[in-house]
């Protein structure tokens, strides 16, 4: 039996759409709206497609909320001038982030400040000159 080359194609096609489709939207996320929040690291994984943060932050009732914080990849993330120590548990930080549109405790990052005054956005920051 011969196989044709539409139905090759095809097939493909679908199996490139089902991947394309597989990845997550930012839907979730309202990107009109920033949250300062300054915690202590919890977590912080170094990892593709996405690196991500945990960001235990006091609550205002004696308790903690755990943030949960979605990053690019480390490949945009080294080009801003991270390394993968940039950030471990207990670091003192004040942290960006665009939050979930749901109210949880989450969002997308945006910058974080760390104690010693150093901060760090996602993205290498464009020259003046090339602006």
């Known amino acids: 039996m011969k196989v044709s080359l539409v139905s090759w194609t095809s097939v493909v096609v679908l199996l490139v759409a089902t991947v394309v489709f597989a990845h997550h939207s930012a839907a979730g996320i309202d990107r ?10 919890k977590q912080f994984a170094w990892t593709n497609p996405h690196s991500w943060m945990e ?7 004696g308790g903690t ?17 991270w390394k993968s120590t940039t950030l471990k548990p ?3 930080v004040k942290v960006v982030v665009r939050p979930l ?25 464009i020259p003046a000159a090339a602006r």
């Open 32 to 41: 009109t709206k920033s949250v300062t929040l300054t915690g202590t690291i």
């Open 65 to 81: 909320l755990t943030w949960k914080v979605e990053m690019t990849s480390p490949a945009y993330l080294v080009r801003a001038g």
């Open 101 to 125: 549109r749901n109210g949880e405790p989450g969002g997308l990052f945006v910058s974080v400040t760390l104690s010693d005054g150093r901060t760090f956005g996602e993205r290498a920051a």
């Open 55 to 61: 960001v235990d932050v006091p609550d205002g009732k």
């Open 90 to 92: 207990g670091d003192e």
